[in-house]
């Protein structure tokens, strides 16, 4: 692994730990940057490893026509290595490629004379809106224009594919036109709808995507779907769609659509799909691994996507080919969970807290204990160990039955059974201060792995046994 | 001694005593309990928005462990705290302090607090050189610097000097020293305005105006039917705002008594009574602000419907100042502060009873406060 890679793995972790307004400036810096030209890639790669904060703090960014361009379809982006398209999800690769085709279509003076217009205003500054209701007009009619002309035979298409690097940059330029050909109504939408994701899917919120979707129908039956990719893309719960259109339909006395909720659940299941496939990927692709507990939830949120998916299928009446993708997808996170957290969890828990000596043997007779602990090791078993207790709750769901509750108690039994035993050796025997220094730290560490994994009360009770042995 | 709730009469303490310290607990129930008592008997935890109400419950601090499911960091807090000498805001501090130490709160919260009590034993060193050289700098002719004072010629050069100074005082040397040691160990509670060292009551100081700011700017977002999370926001922020006007104030007090020693040092018996009576009430109107710092700062990379849970939680830790140990010009202002509060407090959700089991992710956001920078 290159210094580069440690540092953006590094950077990663930390990455809620910068204060808000270095991190502003730090965004800021790299966009700057940016517009230097030259190789661009390393810069692209942080600002990727840095996104999910970015979309929490939403820093002032540099306003340029590209990111106007975006700006309808911005909740559908998402990062990916895979080429397989994903339902109502625009792959972030497109934009620069998408972004090009705009500007060899467009008019070249226009664009630098809206640049120039835009790069004073802030993003979110009203005056944009005109601005960018230009931009979506043109961006509309001259890339539908392209994908006209290139559909006309199997040559251009090809050419266009070729000039796109890909089939799936392809279909995302089909969205993103999509898209674009009501961007005003999305970005209507997205105005009155509350700061994304949107956490409860409240009646107003429903209202509002009802709204927008009439509108949309209105100009044209088949963009009531591009909308409703959009809603979704800005839930919390995007599967909590589907008790929306029940409402929105119980409202206008209708039966809901089933063309939309056929389209919402396929955009459910292959999201799902896509995130699982996006995690593997980047266990597989990564020389360094995410530590246990972020794992581990990463993995809950696509557990908890995964039976949302699942209900919104029943709910939906859909045939059985989405509830076989659903299955495979469920198996493959529970192989995951098995890979990557349950599997040697025992064993690396008690080889980190172990780290400086034995718990058996040794020559002063303290196994070990009298060596201080290794913070290092000590951290990664406690990860280990969270990672556990939050895979037991969604174990159920995967299919592991009480195989992580099984792993819980017989690791608690064994980390308990050792430090008993140490404790027991510890039982009127002199120490240095030093190496009480030690004994202590490995006896707090343990009685803290074993609150993690059994809860407090035995953890408690090995604490008080441990202090009367060395007070003995 | 009753093991039965009761509620606090009174929701405006009238003094510190009765407010009680914030005990930093990491079983998510107790998380906003504070300590109050003369001794371990007629101890108190108090506890506002318990049980589905929003009053301010008060429990025998003894029965505690018996009637809730504590983590064990809290059941080795509650050990240290009855250890304590007193319930103050500086021992219940240092009693937390060596709790995490042990790493009974993950290993972050462990290596913050070695970190803080090793601040703690050095920030009296440093406020002893400062206030040497500021002594030496306003009270002889003779320069002295703080690289002198590290080596065995310039401390010398220092005890000649000092010397002098006792002599022009009417005091002896021995006794100039002491009572250097004295007001440094006084001040270096809350530190100095320009010592080297920050002390954690000058970091905290200096957080509480921009967090009032960062209230109001995050209240400016809420829409027409979030009343309840602007107002909360606004409370936040008035009551921000007010404790760090007060606290300057008396932050100032002390740096003026360092800025004339030789005023000081002649009125010895005076400032010493005045910089204790000031320290004290500095640490007791700032405590309590290290968890609603870290609580806002953990929530600003949130998505901001947790944001808006997460500033409940920010009320319901709100220190407020008592009535009678604020100035009479200040008792307007806080008594609108305090009866907005009263209202604002809602009731602790997702916990269930109070004696199931612990809230595992919950408890988890409490111990990184620990571990987390302020």
């Known amino acids: 692994m290159t210094g580069a890679e440690e540092n953006l793995a590094e950077l990663e972790g930390k990455l809620f730990e910068i204060p808000e307004a270095k991190f502003v400036q730090l965004v800021q810096f790299l966009e700057k940057n940016l517009e230097r030209g030259g190789d661009t890639t390393p810069l692209r790669l942080l600002l990727s490893k840095m996104r999910p904060r970015i979309v929490q703090v939403r820093p002032p960014r540099r306003n340029t026509v590209k990111r106007q361009l975006c700006r309808p379809f911005e909740e559908l982006l998402y990062n990916t290595k895979s080429l397989v398209p994903v339902e109502g999800r625009i792959p972030r690769t497109a934009i620069d490629a998408v972004y090009n085709l705009y500007e060899e279509e467009g008019d070249k003076g226009q664009i630098a004379a809206i640049e120039q217009d835009l790069v004073v205003l802030p993003v979110d500054d009203p005056r944009c809106d005109a601005i960018a209701t230009k931009i979506w007009a043109q961006g509309a009619v001259n890339l539908r224009s392209l994908m006209v002309r290139s559909a006309r035979d199997s040559m251009s298409k090809r050419d266009l594919i070729d000039k796109l690097k890909g089939e799936h940059i392809y279909k995302a330029l089909g969205d993103i036109v999509e898209i674009l050909e009501i961007a005003d109504i999305v970005h209507s939408m997205r105005k009155q709808l509350p700061p994304r994701p949107i956490q409860t899917v409240s009646t107003g919120v429903i209202k509002v995507i009802g709204e927008h979707m009439d509108k949309a129908t209105k100009f044209a039956p088949r963009k009531a779907e591009t909308l409703l990719l959009v809603a979704m893309a800005c839930l919390e719960r995007p599967w909590e769609i589907m008790e929306a259109l029940e409402k929105l339909a119980l409202e206008q006395k209708k039966i809901v659509d089933p063309a939309l909720s056929a389209l919402a659940v396929r955009a459910l299941v292959t999201g799902a799909e896509q995130q699982l496939e996006t995690m593997r990927l980047d266990l597989d692709g990564n020389e360094v691994k995410p530590d246990s507990e972020f794992l581990a939830r990463q993995i809950a949120d696509l557990a908890r996507t995964m039976l949302g998916a699942k209900s919104a299928v029943q709910s939906s009446g859909q045939g059985k080919g989405l509830d076989r993708q659903l299955e495979r997808a469920r198996r493959t996170l529970r192989d995951m969970v098995h890979v990557n957290i349950l599997n040697g969890a025992d064993k690396s828990i008690l080889a980190n807290v172990m780290a400086g000596g034995s718990f058996v043997t040794g020559a002063t007779g303290l196994g070990g204990w009298d060596q201080p602990p290794d913070e290092s090791k000590l951290k990664e078993a406690e990860q280990r160990a969270i990672a556990l207790r939050l895979c037991a709750r969604y174990a159920e769901e995967l299919g592991l039955g009480g195989e992580a509750e099984e792993k819980l108690s017989t690791l608690q039994e064994q980390l308990t059974g050792l430090t008993g035993g140490m404790i027991e050796s510890l039982h009127g025997r002199y120490m240095s201060s030093k190496q009480r220094g030690s004994v202590e730290a490995h006896l707090f560490a343990s009685v803290r792995l074993v609150e993690l994994l059994a809860g407090p009360d035995v953890a408690n009770d090995l604490r008080l046994k441990g202090i009367a042995s060395l007070e003995a | ?374």
Request: neutral net charge.
């Open chain 2, 1 to 374: 001694m009753t093991t039965s709730f009761a509620t606090a009469e009174k929701f405006w303490p009238l003094t510190f005593g009765e407010r009680g310290v914030l005990v930093p607990f990491t079983t998510p129930l107790l998380a906003a309990g504070r300590i109050r008592g003369a001794d371990l008997k007629t101890a108190e935890i108090l506890m506002p928005g318990l049980a589905g109400g929003r009053g301010t419950y008060v429990i025998p601090w003894k029965s505690v462990l018996e009637m809730f499911k504590l983590t064990v960091h809290d059941r080795a807090l509650h050990e240290a705290i009855c250890e304590a000498p007193d319930f103050s805001p500086r021992q219940i501090r240092l009693a937390a302090l060596r709790v995490a130490q042990l790493g009974l709160a993950g290993r972050a919260a462990s290596g913050a607090a070695r970190a803080l009590l090793q601040r703690e034993d050095s920030l009296e060193l440093v406020a002893r050189f400062f206030l040497t050289l500021r002594i030496v700098e306003r009270m002889a002719t003779e320069p002295l610097t703080l690289a002198e004072l590290g080596t065995a010629p310039g401390q010398k050069k220092a005890g000649r000097i000092l010397s002098g100074i006792a002599s022009s005082l009417g005091w002896t040397y021995d006794q100039l020293h002491e009572r250097i040691d004295i007001w440094s160990r006084t001040v270096s509670q809350v530190g100095l305005a320009e010592m080297p060292t920050e002390a954690m009551a000058r970091k905290l100081i200096n957080r509480l105006k921009p967090l009032g700011d960062q209230f109001v700017e995050w209240g400016k977002g809420e829409t027409e039917d979030q009343i309840d999370g602007a107002a909360d926001a606004q409370l936040a922020s008035d009551i921000s705002r007010e404790t760090w006007r007060l606290a300057t104030e008396y932050a100032t007090d002390i740096d003026v008594t360092v800025k004339q020693p030789a005023e000081s040092l002649r009125n010895w018996d005076g400032t010493l009574r005045t910089t204790e009576r000031t320290v004290h009430k500095l640490l007791w109107i700032l405590d309590g602000w290290e968890q609603v710092v870290k609580l806002w700062d953990q929530a600003s990379h949130r998505p901001r419907e947790e944001q808006r849970s997460m500033l409940r939680d920010v009320v319901r830790h709100l220190p407020v100042v008592p009535r009678d140990e604020l100035p009479s010009t200040s008792q307007d202002v806080w008594s609108g502060m305090v009866n907005s509060l009263r209202k604002q407090i809602r009731p602790i959700s997702g916990e269930g009873s109070l004696t199931i089991g612990i809230d595992f992710d919950h408890m988890l956001r409490l111990e990184k406060l620990k571990g987390a920078p302020l």
